[in-house]
């Protein structure tokens, strides 16, 4: 693999670049981007990067975007490890580059490809839409024709739904999954996210009255059923929306 250099830009540039205007550590930071796109040649290009306290892999990212290479694609958007649209390969480990520090980082010069799993669009930018295309696939919530009243859940089931709505689809699972990343069954196997995405969907309730049902008939018998093994749900004669359980 081909790797390409370009230099850093002056120290002593314009107050308005926000790496050089203070915190410089004195140090430079060697980051080798795999640049290209479908079908054409990739290559590494190693950009010189001065090193800010504090600075995180999108940060240089953005610092060769501003000053180096105005060319470079790379998908972001909150910097805040919240939307997940900066996932990439640092070092060989898929990771948020807004939450890998440089100073974290074995000495030496960083790398940063593309996640493999996913379809190349440009430089560090993948498709993840197979994502979004399994997710539609998977039923939401639908209460009976004749169901004309909302539910009522307790709230420890709520907070197990929640659980599930905590990923911020970075899809770093899904790249690191073998079966998609090394034998490309992504036609055969949805991946680890889909199937959490699938479990918050079969934790909401949109059978209670069978639920309810199969309790009454444990309890006359007996039988024995976790607390968890399903969502508890009741019927509510009130119209407040705080009691309605899902969107």
């Not at 399994?134 to 659980?163: H, K, S």
């Not at 599930?164 to 990343?181: A, G, N, S, T, Y």
Request: with cysteine.
């Amino acid at each position: 693999m081909a790797v390409l250099d370009q230099p850093a830009a002056s120290v002593d540039a314009s107050p308005e670049n926000a790496l050089t205007a203070s915190g410089l550590t004195g140090e430079t930071l060697t980051l080798r981007v795999l640049k290209g796109v479908p079908g054409g040649e990739t290559a590494e290009v190693a950009y010189q990067v001065p090193v800010v306290t504090g600075m995180v892999i999108l940060d240089a990212v953005h610092y060769v975007q501003h000053n180096l290479d105005t060319d470079l694609a790379c998908r972001w958007n909150c910097k805040a490890a919240k939307c997940g649209s900066c996932s990439a390969e640092v070092n060989g480990h898929p990771v948020l580059m807004c939450k890998t520090r440089v100073d974290d980082l074995p000495p030496g010069p960083v790398t940063v490809h593309p996640l493999k799993s996913f379809p190349l669009i440009k430089d560090l930018v993948t498709d993840v839409s197979r994502n979004y295309e399994v997710n539609r696939e998977i039923p939401p919530f639908t209460a009976a024709p004749d169901d004309g009243t909302p539910w009522r859940i307790p709230q420890e089931d709520i907070d197990r739904l929640y659980e599930f709505r905590k990923c911020i689809e970075c899809f770093l699972c899904q790249d690191v999954c073998h079966i998609i990343r090394s034998h490309d069954l992504s036609d055969r196997f949805y991946g680890p996210g889909s199937s959490y995405a699938s479990r918050h969907s079969r934790c909401i309730p949109r059978t209670c009255s069978i639920v309810a049902s199969r309790r009454a008939s444990r309890a006359v018998s007996g039988t024995a059923t976790s607390p968890s093994a399903a969502p508890r749900c009741v019927r509510s004669t009130s119209t407040s929306p705080t009691t309605r359980s899902s969107r």
